[in-house]
């Protein structure tokens, strides 16, 4: 009896001992299995994280392809820009150089024809020839009166006019902007017709024919500097000489 019981226990513990290793072998796949399974997940996700990359830099890489391509059509554009406007500037260069040359043709033509003397010049102001003498013919405000340089200014004027008899001048009055009080009896329009006529009777004083000459007032419509300054102002209050309209299309510029 003893005998069959021990071999009976014996049978159990062989049992027992063979399932054991099976029970902790199947534990450890299950757990390989797991741990493949994530890291399988993980790969996946991996490799579904650089297929995105791949496909932001290949995005990348075309946007900068086309930016490149737009930048260079930009650039060549710039530079064909870049050439006309510097072919444009040749052009009004020589335009310019060209209509200098006119001028000063058209002024020797004039000095000629007029036969000014040293002290006398011709200057060309908005498409007119005006004759300018050495100092300029300038008042004080309000005034009318020549001083001494202008005097010496308009007396070479009168040798100029004695000399050449077919010269025939356009005197014009100017005012600055500055205006009268309202009881005072006169405006810069008769300011501006006084300052013509005192150069015109110092010319008449000085032997010129007074059919030679015409009186004109300009007020404050011309001015020739900034009305808002005080050496603008100074410049504006002018007696100027012109060649009357008359005398034909040779002292006009750019006809």
């Known amino acids: 009896m003893i005998m069959n019981a021990t071999m ?12 054991l290793p099976s029970c902790v072998s199947k534990k450890k796949f299950l757990d390989l299995e797991n ?26 890489e075309t946007d900068l392809a086309n930016q490149k391509t737009k930048f260079e059509g930009d650039i060549a554009g710039l530079r064909t820009d870049v050439d006309a406007a510097k072919s444009a500037a040749d052009m009004a260069q020589k335009s310019l150089a060209d209509r200098d040359a006119e001028l000063a043709k058209i002024k020797k033509e004039v000095r000629t024809a007029l036969g000014l003397d040293s002290g006398v010049d011709i200057k060309e102001m908005d498409g007119d020839l005006y004759v300018t003498m050495e100092s300029p013919v300038n008042y004080r405000s309000g005034s009318s009166r020549l001083n001494r340089d202008a005097r010496k200014s308009v ?18 009055g100017h005012t600055d902007s500055q205006t009268f009080p309202a009881d005072a009896g006169t405006d810069n329009w008769q300011l501006s017709v006084n300052r013509a006529m005192a150069v ?5 004083k000085k032997g010129v024919n007074p059919d030679q000459l015409t009186v004109a007032g300009r007020g404050a419509t011309a001015p020739s500097g900034d009305n808002t300054t ?15 309209a008359n005398s034909g299309s040779l002292y006009k510029i750019g006809n």
Do not use: C, Q, W, Y
């Open 155 to 172: 007396e070479a004027l009168a040798e100029s006019l004695k000399n050449n008899p077919s010269m025939h001048l356009l005197i014009e």
């Open 230 to 244: 005080t050496e603008g102002r100074s410049k504006n209050r002018r007696t100027d000489a012109k060649p009357r």
């Open 200 to 204: 015109v009777k110092r010319l008449i």
């Open 8 to 19: 009976r226990l014996l049978a159990l513990f062989m049992v027992v001992a063979l399932a």
């Open 35 to 60: 741990e493949k399974s994530a890291l399988a997940s993980s790969l996946a996700e991996s490799n579904e994280k650089v297929n995105m990359l791949e496909g932001k830099v290949s995005d990348m």
